[in-house]
């Protein structure tokens, strides 16, 4: 909502709390700026209903820009920190919950040091039957004032009392137009934590999918201005977990395994490589003879599921022309695809289901996720440039002319010509509201029986009137 005169009026003669003499800091673009003030100075309480172009509360559709930044996680929850800076307004979402799981905001005009009453701004629980949720929109700075502010998200567990929060931000110039590969590990660097060494929002195995992404961003480009992050990450976490980046999901080992693959690749360094070998072997030692062949999903050795093959394959296909001990890795990723080919996870579609049932090892039916269709494309290929032979491209090219949703020509006009050709545009003026919109329309895919065609309907139906605007 837009404010009115009397509105204003109102709040600008409202009491106001005297700023301490000497310095405030105001955090803008990542740096910390020093502002002076005087005992004389006015600052709003935190929580007071401010009004700008929009007053607090105003619904996400009022948005104009959208820049995540800043994330963090609790029990699985992910709780966002949302900026327009366009018009100096946030909102936070949690996503990835559960029923009365809780988000908020808080707003300091002192650079964090006190936000008044808690502040606890746009409170909001998850409703019932979704899994994420959003508060409402508030103003970063109170201009009437002349007060810059900050903001963070927080959010809780609805069974839980533990809370977290993401670093306290302000408004940020946007940066000039620049290539789209460039522009997009900018923005994923911003939620890569120094301190962890993993990024935020995202748990431990999508942090090795996040490092892979900048390595090969960094290769693909000959940009090694984030090169720096390979070695941080190594470092803070080789004895994190079960150490030298292995726990108690194989698949888990195997993302880490390919990180390092690729990070030994650009720099050459043999650490990463031992590591990678190392992961390897870690994934090895959890294959039998049980199903016929394959390693385990877990450590507890109660589900032979595809991803964890898949990544097997590739590693040890990707290790075969890396590794002094090329040969013996080799072998392993050619007889896991052999064993994998005639498991039944491929269904009579030629698309790959998630894994074997415990007691029969046939197929069980379950979810065709996508990286499934993915990942054993690329082990073919690595298996081929290992091996020369080109029958596994064949098997490659089988498998992904399965995908009824993509063909060849699409992917090679939409997605390949689409990328080369890009260029960054505005986003939609409600995009905010577009993200939330089609967050809570997609909640019901959550559930073992899901109609999918008709939430993918719904989320049609929800978001094209919004597309109308």
């Known amino acids: 909502m837009k404010p009115t005169r009397a509105v204003l009026s109102v709040l600008r003669s409202g009491s ?20 002076a003030a005087t005992a004389t100075a006015a600052t709003p309480d935190a929580n007071t209903v401010i009004c700008a172009t929009y007053c607090d509360g105003a619904p996400l559709s ?29 909102w936070a979402i949690i996503s990835n919950g559960d029923p009365t799981d809780e988000v908020w905001m808080d707003r300091s005009f002192d650079g964090g040091a006190t936000w008044t009453n808690g502040s606890k701004l746009g409170d909001t629980t998850i409703p019932a039957g979704q899994r994420s949720t959003t508060t409402t929109l508030f103003n970063i700075n109170d201009p009437a004032n002349n007060a810059n502010g900050v ?52 748990g431990w195995w999508n942090s090795a999918n996040d490092l892979t992404g900048v390595i090969d961003y960094s290769m693909a480009t000959g ?8 070695a941080n990450t190594y470092e803070k976490n080789l004895t994190a977990q079960g150490g030298d980046f292995t726990n108690s999901f194989i698949d888990d080992t195997g993302w880490w395994a390919l990180a390092w693959i690729r990070a030994y690749d650009l720099t050459h360094d043999a650490r990463y490589l031992q590591t990678a070998e190392h992961d390897a072997d870690y994934m090895a030692s959890f ?21 964890s093959n898949e990544l097997f394959i590739k ?9 002094a001990n090329g040969a013996a890795y080799l072998a392993d990723s050619v007889n ?16 790959i289901n998630d894994g074997l049932d415990f007691t029969t090892c046939k197929n069980n039916g379950q979810t065709t996720w996508s990286y499934n269709q993915g990942v054993i494309l690329g082990g073919l290929n690595d298996l081929y440039a290992a091996t020369g032979d080109r029958g596994y491209l064949t098997d490659a090219a089988t498998l992904a002319k399965a995908n009824p949703l993509l063909k060849p020509a699409q992917l090679d006009s939409v997605v390949v010509k689409g990328i080369e050709n890009g260029t960054i545009k505005p986003s939609h003026t409600g995009y905010a509201e577009l993200q939330q919109t ?32």
Request: with cysteine.
């Open 151 to 202: 903001v963070r998200a927080c959010g809780k567990a609805g069974n839980r009392p533990d809370i977290v929060c993401t670093g306290w931000t302000a408004t940020a110039t946007p940066p000039a137009p620049t290539s789209p590969s460039r522009g997009a590990v900018d923005a994923l660097m911003k939620l890569y934590d120094p301190n962890t060494g993993l990024f935020k929002t995202t």
């Open 315 to 323: 590693v040890t296909a990707e290790l075969g022309k890396r590794s």
């Open 62 to 90: 009022d948005a104009t820009g959208d820049r995540l930044a800043d994330g963090t996680t609790i029990f699985g929850r992910s709780i966002e920190l949302h900026i327009d800076d366009n018009q100096a307004l946030a």
């Open 287 to 307: 294959s039998d003879n049980t199903c016929g062949g394959g390693v385990w999903w877990n450590t507890s050795k109660n589900y032979k599921n595809a991803i």
């Open 16 to 35: 106001r709390a005297a700023l301490a003499a000497g310095s405030a800091l105001a955090i803008g673009g990542g740096v910390l700026v020093a502002a």
């Open 336 to 351: 896991t695809w052999k064993w994998f080919q005639a498991s039944g996870m491929i269904n009579s579609q030629n698309l």
């Open 223 to 230: 940009d090694h201005r984030y090169d720096w992050v390979i």
């Open 438 to 469: 089609v967050r809570a329309a997609l909640d019901p895919l959550w559930k073992p029986d899901a109609d999918v065609k008709t939430v993918l309907s719904g989320v049609c139906a929800k978001i094209n009137p919004l597309l109308a605007k």
